[in-house]
T-cell receptor, first 118, second 114 residues
Framework: GAVVSQHPSWVICKSGTSVKIECRSL??????MFWYRQFPKQSLMLMAT?????????EQGVEKDKFLINHASLTLSTLTVTSAHPEDSSFYIC??????????????FGPGTRLTVL | AQSVTQLDSHVSVSEGTPVLLRCNYS??????LFWYVQHPNKGLQLLLK??????LVKGINGFEAEFKKSETSFHLTKPSAHMSDAAEYFC????????????FGPGTSLSVIP
């Protein structure tokens, strides 16, 4: 159980275009989903936290108008990279926290999406 | 505020020898602690987690970790390294002040020499 999927697994786009990445919790309801970015040889950096039905909370330094997050249902969150530039090329990973009482904040991670902007 | 330190950015061991990946944390409250593994160009896989139960936690693939409050440590060990263990390992901390967030350590890259 507790499987999280991401689509697409990799995407290549031209500079200036927008890219949408989907994150789905397949077998549980996720009240909260998280989006991370990981540059090569680095750790995961939290970009934003999204709660179903409300606006996402962005970490300091993350442009909310560039990285649009929508969490319209308890099983789906999307990240749209608008007007992508080569410096946005990265590995984007989502995670989901299961609905219900949480005693230890375990997050279940998706497999990641490799974005390359030409 | 929470923080995680992984003392070694890179560890190299010979196949069949023990593995020790070090992690120290800072947390104001009783923390939850996790170890994740990430193989190249792959997502994260949970190895094990500590959630205020037994201090010695056994995980998958022969890994285990011991929570030591007095030392604020949660080191990851394995008695005998396998070639397939070569990967990036992340220590992660969370506590009830974090409002659902977890904090990732910088990671330790494990190499296994045949």
């Amino acid at each position: 159980g507790a499987v999280v999927s991401q689509h697409p697994s990799w995407v290549i786009c031209k500079s200036g275009t927008s890219v949408k990445i989907e994150c789905r919790s397949l077998d549980f309801q996720a009240t909260t989903m998280f989006w991370y970015r990981q540059f090569p040889k680095q750790s995961l950096m939290l970009m934003a936290t999204s709660n179903e039905g409300s606006k996402a909370t962005y970490e300091q330094g993350v442009e909310k108008d560039k990285f649009l997050i929508n969490h319209a249902s308890l099983t789906l969150s999307t990240l749209t990279v608008t007007s992508a530039h080569p410096e946005d090329s990265s590995f984007y990973i989502c995670s989901a926290r299961q609905r219900g009482p949480s005693s230890y904040n375990e997050q279940f991670f998706g497999p990641g999406t490799r974005l390359t902007v030409l | 505020a929470q923080s995680v330190t992984q003392l070694d950015s890179h560890v190299s061991v010979s196949e069949g020898t023990p593995v020790l990946l070090r992690c120290n944390y800072s947390s104001s409250y009783s923390p939850s602690l996790f170890w994740y593994v990430q193989h190249p160009n792959k997502g994260l896989q949970l190895l094990l987690k500590y959630t205020s139960a037994a201090t010695l936690v056994k995980g998958i693939n022969g890994f285990e970790a011991e929570f030591k409050k007095s030392e604020t440590s949660f080191h990851l060990t394995k008695p005998s390294a396998h070639m397939s263990d070569a990967a990036e390992y992340f220590c992660v901390v969370s506590d009830r002040t974090s409002y659902d967030k977890v904090i990732f350590g910088p990671g330790t890259s494990l190499s296994v020499i045949p």
